[in-house]
């Protein structure tokens, strides 16, 4: 039944099943680390495993309001008391991974060289790392086009390469335009193509409530696509409807093995009562595991 959904770095391996693939969506993160507050509480927290922050441009609070920098800050808000390199000085020394969801071309952009310094510092380079946009307009917001699609792969692909791609589509909530288009994949995988990002992990990033409208695609796209590609099925509006029984048929279809869940705390009993552990989780998460493909080719 459709439900609605209320708000509220270990390694990968420790998450396999005794005789099976990894479960990845077990895997835990703090959502939206956007202060220095949330990140000591998400570093602090031992059952957290991913730390998920946003960058804008923007100011630092009681510093030059003329001077923006890269911020760990969730629109429309264009001030934090966290810049993007505070956030990865202070991450560098933590157990954990990290997910990086850039809200502009320009965020991107200006964060290149900070990250460049930040993956020069890293030590292990198993350290999760995602790098995240929205570069194709998708359900709900078809006038959006997103993060610059050609500066974000290329820089993923020749600057990044150890980092894990995260690409998703601009998304507003809708009735009407309520589902992924056979055509909002098929760009997607051409721009990956042409992009030549076919040798680092890849994810795509799908709204819960879209996604849950979109099981056949979804699940083509992802039985179409290399070796070690995943879904991370996310939500962050409490608002949203999301329809639990086919997001559960999707998870099914596509394999735990191949889905991460970045959700908000489900509270309805509805959803708790279908008995599955997927329904009665509390904090569920997009984290990394570093594949190695080798395919000339994103889609076989």
């Known amino acids: 039944m459709a439900t609605p959904v209320d708000e509220d770095t ?21 959502h939206g680390t956007n202060s220095k507050q949330k990140l000591r509480d998400a570093i602090g927290n031992t059952t957290i495993e991913m730390i998920e922050a946003d960058i804008v441009m923007g100011t630092i609070t009681g510093a030059n309001k003329t001077k923006r920098i890269p911020i760990m800050a ?22 954990k991974g990290i997910k990086l969801d850039f809200k502009s071309s320009e965020a991107f952009e200006a964060s290149m060289d900070i990250l460049t310094n930040f993956f020069n510092d890293m030590t292990d380079e198993t350290f999760p790392v995602w790098l995240n946009a929205d570069i194709l307009p998708g359900p709900g917001a078809r006038d959006n086009p997103g993060v610059n699609a050609t500066l974000f792969l290329t820089a993923c692909a020749t ?37 030549c990002v076919v040798s680092q992990p890849v ?21 179409s696509s290399t070796e070690g590609t995943t879904l991370t099925i996310w939500n962050s509006s409490p608002n949203d409807i999301v329809d639990m029984e086919a997001v559960n048929s999707l998870i099914k ?35 990394s595991m570093l594949l190695a493909f080798g395919i000339h080719s994103y889609r076989r």
């Open 253 to 287: 279809a596509v394999g735990k093995d191949k889905v991460y869940l970045d959700l908000l705390p489900f509270v309805d009993s509805a959803s708790k009562s279908d008995g599955s552990q997927l329904l009665s989780k509390c904090a569920l998460v997009a984290a």
């Open 159 to 195: 600057k990044f390469p150890f980092a894990t791609v995260s690409v998703g589509w601009t998304t507003k909530w809708s009735q009407d335009d309520n589902k992924y288009l056979p055509e909002d994949i098929d760009k997607m995988t051409e721009l990956l193509n042409k992009h």
């Open 74 to 95: 969730h629109p429309p808000a264009t001030t934090s008391d966290l810049s993007l390199e505070q956030f990865l000085k202070t991450v560098l020394e933590a157990p």
């Open 203 to 223: 994810t795509f990033a799908v709204r819960a409530a879209y996604a849950a409208n979109s099981v056949e695609a979804l699940t083509n796209l992802i039985n």
């Open 10 to 30: 270990q390694d990968p391996s420790e998450h396999e099943e005794s005789d099976g693939p990894p479960d990845l969506t077990t895997v835990t993160f703090a």
